[in-house]
């Protein structure tokens, strides 16, 4: 990190650019290494509604006076601990189950925002504004970017069995609940630092698009995670670049850039194919 601050200051950017570039690089990494488990467990609805319910971690926030992260983390957990409980119910299929909490989640979101009276930036909490990331929101992305990467090659090996094979998994003895709920937890960590750069109804396109482009090329688990990542920095990079010179909105700017380069590789991967 203070090789990366030491280039950026270097090079003469202004310091809103510099801490937009050393968010989107975090982002970018956590995104693409925890994206490859959200492809390989087809878990993007999910990731989808976590993102929804995170709004009402913004008004909880708001609401209480603490860190909007930590009322994202909050509200996250809760959403993940009872979706868990509802499954283990069987009350109804979990893609309904996702339906009713996240939308739920969201619209309550909005009307205790709107309850409470307070002028709040909605457009960058839904669509993300990497360019006016601050220090101290930088703080957060790295320390929390930290604990989901430790976390993830702590487990590596139990996490990537279980995908691959639960029942597997089960008798090699590991905790399928408990690595389950660690994934869980994790996706909370990249939905509360991630929300600010590309924003509550993007962080699931950084979550998928980087992951689905590598699984093209990659040929294992660990190769997928890096160049997923590699992906994600370069979408993140190209999009606060263009957003800054077209003066568009860095979310969808970044989104935008991600979907491209997957349309290239699968392009550029069935000619290949097709000789």
């Known amino acids: 990190m203070i090789m990366s601050i030491t280039i950026l200051i270097a090079m003469n950017l202004e310091p809103f650019l510099i801490n937009a570039i050393l968010a989107g690089v975090a982002v970018a990494i956590i995104t693409g290494v925890m994206g490859c488990f959200v492809v390989w467990r087809r878990m993007a609805y999910f990731g989808d509604s976590l993102a929804h319910s995170a709004l009402l971690g913004v008004a909880l926030g708001f609401a209480v006076g603490i860190a909007l992260n930590v009322g994202i983390i909050i509200i996250c957990s809760v959403f993940a601990l009872l979706l868990l409980w509802l499954q283990q119910k069987k009350v109804l299929a979990t893609d309904t189950l996702l339906g009713i909490l996240a939308h739920s989640a969201l619209s309550l979101g909005m009307v205790t925002i709107s309850v409470m009276g307070r002028r709040i930036d909605l457009h960058s909490i839904l669509f993300g504004d990497i360019l006016t990331i601050t220090r101290p929101e930088l703080w957060w992305i790295y320390i929390g970017g930290a604990i989901v990467i430790i976390m993830l090659l702590m487990n590596w090996s139990s996490l990537v069995l279980m995908t691959l094979q639960e029942d597997l998994a089960q008798a090699e003895g590991v905790r399928v609940f408990l690595c389950n709920l660690l994934l869980m937890f994790l996706m909370t ?78 392009i550029y991967l069935q000619g290949i194919r097709k000789k």
């Open 189 to 266: 960590l990249v939905v509360a630092v991630s929300i600010r750069s590309v924003g509550i109804l993007l962080i699931s396109s950084l979550l998928i698009i980087p992951a689905a482009t590598a699984r093209q090329l990659a040929r294992s688990p660990e190769g997928m995670a890096i160049i997923a990542s590699l992906f994600g920095v370069t979408s993140v990079g190209l999009g606060i670049y263009f957003s800054f010179i077209l003066d568009t909105p860095s979310g969808p700017t970044i989104v935008a850039l991600a979907a491209s380069l997957f349309t290239l590789s699968t």
